[in-house]
């Protein structure tokens, strides 16, 4: 499906700082899936492209799926 990969090399140092850390993300309780992942994309920003403490984390996909297409289908399979 997809790979996570750790990567600086096409990055400025600038933007480096505008990157979300996923460490900080929070999911409510009490809420639906949807609200949810709603609620994560408005905090991560860039689901492609985010930190991990340090670390840059760079989300590529194989095959002819969109971003949206492959999210549907994972948060499908964790219901």
Known sequence: MGEAITTEKHLAFDCYNDLVDIKT???????????NATYFLEQIKN???????????ELCFTGNESLSDVLVKHFNRKK
């Open 25 to 35: 993300v929070r999911l409510r309780e009490g809420v639906s899936r949807l609200e």
């Open 47 to 57: 689901p492609r492209l985010f930190r991990v403490g340090d670390d840059i984390v």
